[in-house]
């Protein structure tokens, strides 16, 4: 019985070095410059506006940071960046490019992709949650999707859709 717990206490150490192996060369797959289009409603009951976006990033086995600027209806430019660190199974960081200030994000991994809960400095949209996808397509773009609860209807609604290419 002994010999059986130490058998499945080496698979699981096992299994956690090979996941924080496979998470390093997945953070490192964003590193570089990407450019690319998307579309930004500011609240729930703003129009859409369509955005074009350059981001430079820079990627380690326990990081990765983002900063960039969008730019829409030729006069709006903002800079955006989001900076986060692999801790355990999780990532945890900051988001700044909101009006409201800097916001906390704090998920996981899941395939190819970072799902990230943000809590906004001040309320958006009736509260302060909302959801940030950080997702590898193929080997050289990105999609940033943000996500939020439309407060007259409860459903899930799309913020912000980036999808970047390497530049």
Known sequence: MKSMML???????TAAVDARADDADFLRSFQGSFAGS????????????NISCTFKSGATATSLSLDGKCRGLILM???????L???GA????????????????????????????IRWAKEVNGDRNAQLTVEK????????????????TG?????SR???RRS
């Open 7 to 13: 058998f499945l206490l080496a698979g699981c150490l």
């Open 38 to 49: 998307g579309t930004l409603k500011v609240s729930a009951s703003a129009p859409t506006v």
């Open 77 to 83: 430019t903002r800079a955006i960046s989001a900076d």
């Open 85 to 87: 660190k692999a801790s």
């Open 90 to 117: 999780g990532y945890t960081g900051v988001y700044i490019g909101s009006r409201t200030g800097p916001a906390q994000l704090n998920g996981s991994r899941s395939g190819n992709a970072l799902n990230l809960g």
């Open 137 to 152: 397509t193929g080997s050289d773009g990105m999609r940033l999707t943000v996500t939020d609860t439309d407060p007259k």
């Open 155 to 159: 459903k899930t609604m799309v913020t």
């Open 162 to 164: 980036i999808d970047l």
